[in-house]
């Protein structure tokens, strides 16, 4: 069973719009959700990171916003430039987890 | 910024053999991460590791599988024998916070022939 779903799989925006990753996940024990980013060839690296008790965590043009209710919540990547077409990953671990999940990812294209 | 390095960045072995994945890992990093993405898509847990023992295992890190990190040097993947299934891009990562934090290598991608 899938812990952490994202969608879309793939998502190409222009220039300057705005970016919306989606995840959701199973465990309602799950308490800390971090978000990285992966160029091709390289590893991933954590971009940003928000924990249940939080329902927004912003930083620099990245946003997450957290439902914990609908087990769900988006990064949004606002005035997208193209040097932040990468692959994005959601994750998520818990208490009494010994295994940080990770999603599918999502292939991000910003077309100039 | 702190850096993991992964040697080497290619190997092509013929199914059978022994492969060994080495890891350099950040140095005051006290936890240490396997982890083998196919075709850039989802990243797989295989194996954490903390103060000389496994800490959990998933259902991919077979019994061929094995890891250690011998006198603080190389954390390393062992594979005994692999299989043709084993191909993929294998990815270290570690951390001074348990699952919060990695820092991933650049990866090692494994050819089974």
């Known amino acids: ?112 | 910024g702190p850096k993991v390095l992964q040697i080497p960045s290619h190997q092509i072995i013929d199914m059978g053999q022994m492969v060994t994945l080495n890891c350099d890992p950040v140095s005051n990093h006290l936890y240490f991460y396997w982890y083998k993405q196919i075709l850039g898509q989802q990243m797989e847990f295989l194996v954490n590791f903390y103060n000389g023992k496994v800490m959990e295992k998933s259902k991919l890190f077979k019994d061929q599988f094995s890891v250690e990190r011998p006198d603080g040097s190389y954390f390393t993947l062992k594979i005994q024998p692999t299989a043709l299934e084993d191909s993929a891009v294998y990815f270290c990562a570690s951390s001074l916070v348990f699952n919060e934090r990695l820092f991933f290598g650049h990866g090692t991608k494994l050819s089974v022939l």
């Open chain 1, 1 to 112: 069973q899938q812990q952490v779903r994202q969608s879309p799989q793939s998502l190409t925006v222009w220039e300057g719009e705005t970016a919306i990753l989606n995840c959701s996940y199973e465990n309602s024990a799950f308490d800390y959700f971090p978000w990285y980013q992966q160029f091709p060839g390289e590893g991933p690296a954590l971009l940003i990171a928000i924990r249940s008790v939080s329902d927004k965590k912003e930083d620099g043009g990245f946003t997450i916003f957290f439902n914990k209710r609908e087990k769900n919540l988006s990064l949004h990547i606002k005035d997208s430039q193209p040097g932040d077409s990468a692959t994005y990953f959601c994750a998520a671990s818990g208490p009494n987890y010994n295994v940080l999940y990770f999603g599918s990812g999502t292939k991000l294209t910003v077309e100039p």
